[in-house]
């Protein structure tokens, strides 16, 4: 189990950010990546996990596969913080015998009762990522998302910037967020990418 502790930040506009502009932002970067990104989550047609607080995705970074299950926790001012399971795959299909290892275990136990589980949206976005050594012994990964997200004909655009801390002083991570926001047309974005589908899923179910 991680406890994932991440910042979101709303990106004004549909102009792409140019993050190497940033002068001090780029001195404390130590390594850069560029992934393509896309996510499916499943539940069934009735939402029986998000009434129980789970989030269940399957994600292809390039050519690998990653099962994921997380809690909705609690969020405050762009704060994002939850319990999460994750796993790598070998293919696109869920493992359940992994889900079955995780506290969540309970709420599995029986995939029987899960034959109507299927994918409600999807998010699909390219993710540029520094690691980023701060202040006190802090490492973060800032994730720069740009893309979409959609469920059947409903469609809703993914740009913002997340910031996970990955060790060290949570203090140090809010204190970089409001940098950024000092630099950029950032405003605290307090709905997940999964919120965002989940809306989008039912708009699509009521027409």
């Given at each position: ?21 940033l ?17 499916e989550?499943f ?21 690998h596969?990653?099962?994921?299950v ?29 889900l079955?290892?995780t ?10 009762g899960w ?23 802090t ?7 740009f ?14 910037i ?7 002083s ?14 950029l ?5 307090n ?13 699509n179910?009521?027409?």
């Open positions: 189990m991680n406890l994932e502790q991440e910042i979101k930040l709303a990106v004004a506009g549909g102009t792409r950010l140019d993050l190497t502009q002068d001090w932002l780029q001195a404390i970067s130590r390594e850069q990546q560029q992934q393509h990104l896309r996510t989550y539940d069934t047609p009735q939402m029986t996990l998000k009434q129980k607080g789970i989030a269940l995705r399957l994600r292809k970074q390039d050519e596969w990653l099962q994921t997380k809690t909705s926790g609690q969020v405050k001012e762009g704060l994002h913080q939850r319990e999460e399971w994750e796993h790598p795959l070998s293919s696109g299909e869920f493992d359940w015998s992994l079955q290892q506290p969540l275990a309970t709420v599995f136990a029986d995939n029987r034959e109507h589980l299927q994918c409600l949206f999807f998010t699909d976005f390219q993710r540029d990522s520094w690691l980023l050594a701060a202040e006190q012994n490492l973060i990964e800032l994730a720069y998302d893309g979409e997200a959609g469920a059947g004909d409903r469609r809703a655009t993914i740009h913002e997340e910031l996970e801390l990955r060790h060290g949570l203090q140090v991570m809010r204190q970089l967020a409001e940098q950024l926001k000092t630099a047309r950032l405003t605290y974005n709905r997940s990418k999964a919120e965002t589908g989940y809306a989008l899923y039912q708009q179910q009521t027409g």
